[in-house]
T-cell receptor, first 113, second 113 residues
Framework: DGGITQSPKYLFRKEGQNVTLSCEQN?????MYWYRQDPGQGLRLIYY???????QKGDIAEGYSVSREKKESFPLTVTSAQKNPTAFYLC????????????FGDGTRLSIL | EDKVVQSPLSLVVHEGDTVTLNCSYE??????LLWYKQEKKAPTFLFML????IEKKSGRLSSILDKKELFSILNITATQTGDSAIYLC?????????????FGTGTLLAVQP
C-alpha cells in the first residue's frame, strides 16, 4: 500500500543531543513537508521541499535541519539549538508543491529526558 | 497575518447527536479549505472545498464553504464513538514561496456512548 512512514514512533533525547526523524513515502509525490504539533496549537510548518536537492524554511525552522537526497526520503534533524523540542512531529507529502490534499504520516513523538 | 480559527475548542456529545464544527479564516489569496480528522496519530483527509455553497458529503459527514463570509462548517450526523477525534481545518493560499497550509488549532470532539 502507498503511504508515508515515519520512524521511530517515540524518541527520547538528552539535552545537547541531535536526533534525526525519518520520513519515507512511496506515493511518488514531489513535495514533502515537516510540521510540529503542540497542545492547543495548530500544525506549524518547519521545512518543506518541492523537489530533490531543494528545500525551504517554513515558519519555525530555527534549530532544525533537513535534507532531500532522494525523492522518497525527507529526514528531519532536531539539533541542540532547538530549545523546546518536545512535540509531536508530522511529515506530509503532496503530489507537487502547493498541491492538495497533503497526506500525513503517523508522526513521531519526541521527548526530552 | 493569515489565520484560521476553529470553534468550539472542544465538544462533548452523546451518540446519535448531530454536531457542527466551525472554521473561519483570514487568508490572503484563498485557494482551498481542507478538513482533516486526527485520532491518535496521522491526520486523515476528509474534504477539500474550493467553491462557495457546494456541499461535500461522505456518509454522515458533510461540509460547506462560504467564501463571502470566510467560513466553513463540518457537520456530523448520528454521531458514533468512532467519531471521537480532533478535527482540523486548514486553508491553502496562492502566492508566496510556499503555497502552504495554515492550520487552525482544531476542535476536540468526544462522543460518549
Amino acid at each position: 500500500d502507498g503511504g508515508i512512514t515515519q520512524s521511530p514512533k517515540y524518541l527520547f533525547r538528552k539535552e545537547g543531543q541531535n536526533v534525526t526523524l525519518s520520513c519515507e513515502q512511496n506515493l511518488n509525490h514531489d513535495a514533502m513537508y515537516w510540521y510540529r504539533q503542540d497542545p492547543g496549537q495548530g500544525l506549524r510548518l518547519i521545512y518543506y521541499s518541492q523537489i530533490v536537492n531543494d528545500f525551504q524554511k517554513g515558519d519555525i525552522a530555527e534549530g532544525y535541519s533537513v535534507s532531500r537526497e532522494k525523492k522518497e526520503s525527507f529526514p528531519l534533524t532536531v539539533t541542540s539549538a532547538q530549545k523546546n523540542p518536545t512535540a509531536f512531529y508530522l511529515c506530509a507529502s503532496s503530489i507537487r508543491q502547493g498541491g492538495q490534499p497533503q497526506h500525513f504520516g503517523d508522526g513521531t513523538r519526541l521527548s526530552i529526558l | 497575518e493569515d489565520k484560521v480559527v476553529q470553534s468550539p475548542l472542544s465538544l462533548v456529545v452523546h451518540e446519535g447527536d448531530t454536531v457542527t464544527l466551525n472554521c473561519s479564516y483570514e487568508v490572503t489569496n484563498f485557494r482551498s479549505l481542507l478538513w482533516y480528522k486526527q485520532e491518535k496519530k496521522a491526520p486523515t483527509f476528509l474534504f477539500m472545498l474550493t467553491s462557495s455553497g457546494i456541499e461535500k458529503k461522505s456518509g454522515r459527514l458533510s461540509s460547506i464553504l462560504d467564501k463571502k463570509e470566510l467560513f466553513s462548517i463540518l457537520n456530523i450526523t448520528a454521531t458514533q464513538t468512532g467519531d471521537s477525534a480532533i478535527y482540523l481545518c486548514a486553508v491553502a493560499g496562492y502566492g508566496g514561496a510556499t503555497n502552504k497550509l495554515i492550520f487552525g488549532t482544531g476542535t476536540l470532539l468526544a462522543v460518549q456512548p
